[in-house]
C-alpha cells in the first residue's frame, strides 16, 4: 500500500542507479560504483558521478533516485558550511554525517514522501575508520562491508567469505572488482564503467573511471546444443 | 433419483471452477493454506569427466523450516540426477513421473536415457501447465553424446549452461560461481566450487539451510554424497546421550510364520512361452 501511495505521487520513472560494494582497509574505506544513472529500462546518463566526498573526513555513495542524492548533497553542504563557519578546529566526522543522514532519512520516511536512496558512507576520522549505511526507510548500520540494491544478494556473500581485517589496498581494489564483475554479469542495469575512491586519514581520492575485463570464451557458450542438435 | 451421475466423458487440462468460490472464501476472510516450499539453493556445474549437481537441505513452510534435512537432488536415470527447487510437492511429483517415463523408454529402446529426453519430458509437461506447476530444476548427468546441464523453468523454458544455480540462494551461488568457476575443473575442484556456492546460499539465503548434498556423475558411475558437509550440528547435545528408561515389560513371546516356507524345486515347470 504503502508503494502504490508513492507511485500515484510520482508517476514519472525514477532515475535509478546501480548497485556498489566497499568495506573497510585499515584505517582507509573504499567505496565502489558504476557510473550510470538510467531512466527506467533505459541506460540513459552514463558518467554520473555517484561518489562524492564530504567534508575532510569522509565519502558517501549513492544508489537509488538520483534527484534526491543531490538534495541530500546540498543538505550536506549547508551542514559542513555551518560547521566551518564555527571555525573552532572540529569537523564533522563520518559518525556525525551518518547519524545526520539517519535522521534525514528517517524523518522524510515519517512524512511519507522518503529521499529514495541507499546511501553508503565510508569516512577515517582521528584514525578510526567507519563505514555505514542507511536506506530511505531509515534502516541503517554500520559493518566493515556493505553493498546496495543487487550487490546486497551478489557481493554480500563474496566480501563476507573473503574480507579480513587486513587488507591491503591492491587486495581490496581485487576484491571489490572481483565483485563488481559478478554484478556487471548478473545485473540488468550494470555497465561496465566503474569508479573506485579512497578515503584516508589524508582525505579522499576519486580514481579515474575503469572497465573490467570479462570472459566470455566458454565452450559451452560457443556451442550449447552439441549433443542435442534442435533444442535450445 | 432423476439426477443419478451421468458422467460426462473427461475434459483435459486444468478446471478453474473452484476459483470463484475461493476468491468468495477468501473475501471472507479465510487464510489460504500454505505450502511447503523448498527455498532453496540448488547449483550444477561441468567439470572435464562430467557433471556435478549441489543442493541444501532445507524445506520451508512460510517461515518455518518443515524439513531440515530433506533430498532435493533427485534420480532420473542411473546416468541422470535432478535437483528441484520450488514447491515441494511438484518438483517431487514431476521428476518421479520423468523418472518412471525414462524407465519405460529404456525398456522400450534398450539404450541409456539421454539428458535431452529427461529434458524435453519435464519441458513439455511445465509448460502444458502454464507455470502453475511450480518445478524449477537444474538436470544434470552423462550419456552417449557427453555431459550435460540444464535449467529448467517453471513456464517451460529451459537453458544449457556450463554452470547453473536455482533457488532463493541462486544469487548468493551465483557469485561465487561467477567469481571461480573456469573450465576442465578436476572432481576435487569441482566439489570445492559447488561446496562453496551451497554454502554461501545456507549462510546468506534464509530460505536455505543445513548441510550440503553434492552428486558426481561420470561415464557410467556416480557418486550420491548424501550429507557431504554438515556445517550446522546442533549446538548443544546432552553428553551423557538419551536413556528412555521406561521401556516397555515384555512378559511373553510366540512367534508365527505368516508365510509358508515352500521348498522350491530347480528342475520346475518352465512357465509357458
Known sequence: MYVVYLYTQHPKNAVSVASESDFHGHSQCFLKSTLIGSYGSTLRYKSIDRLKPIGKHSLLGASGEISDFQEILRYLDELILYDN????????????????????MYNRRNKFNPLWNALVL??????????????????????????????NHLARPILRDEWHENLTFEEGVKLLEKCMRVLLYRDRSAVNKIQISKITEEGATLFPPFSLKTYWEFSAFKNPTVGAEGSW | MAKSSIDLPPKGGFSFDLCRRNDMLQKKGLKPQSFLKTGTTIVGLIFQDGVILGADTRATEGPIVADKNCEKIHY?????????????????????MVSSQL?????????????????????????NYQGHVSAALVLGGV???GPHLHTIYPHGSTDTLPFATMGSGSLAAMSVFES????????????????EAILAGVFNDLGSGSNVDVCVITKGHKE?????????????VNPKGFTFSKKTEV???????????????????????
Not at chain 2, 76 to 96: Q, R
Not at chain 2, 107 to 124: I, N
Request: with cysteine; aromatic share 6%.
Open chain 1, 85 to 104: 563557519m564555527w571555525d573552532d578546529g572540529n569537523s564533522l566526522g563520518p559518525k556525525e554525517v551518518h547519524n545526520y543522514l539517519t535522521r534525514v
Open chain 1, 122 to 151: 565510508g569516512g577515517v576520522k582521528n584514525g578510526q575508520k567507519y563505514l555505514g549505511m542507511v536506506n530511505m526507510i531509515g534502516i541503517n548500520f554500520e559493518d566493515n562491508h556493505v553493498a546496495t540494491g543487487l550487490g
Open chain 2, 76 to 96: 532420473m536415470a542411473p546416468n541422470i540426477y535432478c535437483c528441484g527447487a520450488g514447491t515441494a510437492a511438484d518438483t517431487e511429483a514431476v521428476t518421479d
Open chain 2, 103 to 127: 524407465q519405460l523408454h529404456r525398456y522400450h529402446t534398450g539404450r541409456e536415457s539421454r539428458v535431452v529426453t529427461a529434458l524435453t519430458l519435464l519441458k513439455r509437461h511445465l509448460f
Open chain 2, 143 to 145: 550419456d552417449v553424446t
Open chain 2, 180 to 195: 571461480k568457476f573456469k573450465e576442465g575443473l578436476t572432481k576435487d575442484e569441482g566439489i570445492k566450487i559447488v561446496c
Open chain 2, 224 to 236: 550420491y554424497l548424501r550429507n557431504h558437509m554438515q556445517p550446522n550440528p546442533r549446538t548443544y
Open chain 2, 251 to 273: 512378559l511373553a513371546t510366540t512367534i508365527t510364520p505368516l508365510k509358508e516356507k515352500v521348498e522350491v524345486i530347480e528342475a520346475g515347470d518352465a512357465m509357458e512361452e
